[in-house]
């Protein structure tokens, strides 16, 4: 059973920074990419950073410079590192990794709330 929980999210003020981590539990599949989503209020599920298994990175421009998405393949576990963060970044984040050979699977989310 293949299960991904991600944990680190929190209130934080503008300009703060968080550190979200999503370890992922596969039964031996490999993992290939692994991304990390935002869902605002009203508003659809966003692609904010990809990696891939050999660390090549894609950001959305809404948050170049400001996050920085990692993993260590050892730990199953994929990183965002969110630092300037501005109250527009409030939303629930959610971890999604792909297992080749099987498919794409998702986190429960965690909610991230950036105060003015």
């Known amino acids: 059973q293949v299960q991904l929980v991600e944990s680190g999210g929190g209130l934080v003020q503008a300009g703060g920074s968080l550190r979200l981590s999503c370890y992922a539990s596969?039964?031996?599949?490999?993992?290939?990419?692994m991304a990390w989503y935002r869902q605002g209020p009203g508003e659809q599920r966003e692609l904010i950073a990809s990696?891939?298994?050999?660390?090549?990175?894609v950001y959305a421009d809404s948050v170049k410079g400001r996050f920085t998405i990692s993993r260590d393949n050892a730990k199953n576990t994929v990183y965002l590192q969110m630092n300037s963060l501005k109250p527009e970044d409030t939303a629930v984040y959610f971890c999604n990794a792909d297992l080749p050979g099987l498919r794409d699977y998702w986190g429960q989310g965690t909610q991230v709330t950036v105060s003015s």
């Open positions: 596969t039964g031996g599949w490999s993992i290939g990419t």
């Open positions: 990696i891939t298994r050999q660390a090549a990175t």
